[in-house]
């Protein structure tokens, strides 16, 4: 299997903020280059690519304490599963959502991730 990793649109890119280039997410998750590329692979985590780099990025808010988001993981499986390629995963989580209140990935790092999920799983249907 080989990793791909899409180009962002400006709107997502925007909506995200602050981003991780691979390398520096790998050292803060005290991890290889290549192990943070399988960690894409195996959609763990989501990269894309941005302007001119060819390094993926990664959100910075999907590590925290040197370590991915708890539930992060799970629920980008479940994107995963419903079709979402990773821009369509990075727009989703970082779309606010007046049901959550505040957007997926908020409710995420407010350790809500199982709400989370469970609206992902509705995506696949």
Known sequence: MT??????DRETDQLVGEWLPLSEAAKQLGLSVGRAKQLLKDKKLVGVRRGGSGEPQIPAVFIAGGEILK??????TVLSDAGYDEVE???WLFTPDDSLPGSPIEAIVKGRHTEV???AQALGF
Not at 3 to 8: E, M
Not at 71 to 76: F, V
């Open 3 to 8: 990793l791909t990793v899409a180009q962002i």
């Open 71 to 76: 539930g992060l993981p799970g629920t980008l």
């Open 89 to 91: 995963s990075i727009r």
């Open 117 to 119: 999920k469970r609206r």
